[in-house]
């Protein structure tokens, strides 16, 4: 995972912090050494505050985000799928949590546990597939 800077050198984005927060979470809770769950947990917490607050910005990720009509939830949760499938690190890191190359794709069961408060309800598939157009 590229951490908090993009590419660029700059900033990554808040969806991609958030995708690394809660991928390191999950990683982090399956160590024996490392920080603890409630270090994970004030990760977690505090990427969350971050995409919510960029959620207001206008940005191609937002676009998509309000083009679908998602809940903050529902962006969580698509920004964690979209980030897993930009960057194969990640899809490798999620493999390694599964102990299984073939598994490399965060899958809802996982995301509820590794993701404490998150409604179990994602996006009605209407919704997901006009994410890309536009209202």
Known sequence: ????????????????????????????????????????????AAAREAFAAELEEPTPFTALIHNAGLAVDEAEVLAVAAAVEADPSRERLIAAVYGD????????HTWRRCSPGVTSECAPPAQTARCAAPP
């Open 101 to 108: 190359a073939t598994l490399r794709r965060l899958t809802l």
């Open 1 to 44: 995972m590229r951490g908090p800077k993009d590419r660029e050198g700059g900033a990554a984005p808040a969806w991609l912090q958030l995708a690394d927060a809660v991928i390191g979470r999950l990683a982090g809770t399956r160590m024996e050494s490392g920080p603890g769950e409630e270090e994970l947990d004030r990760n977690v």
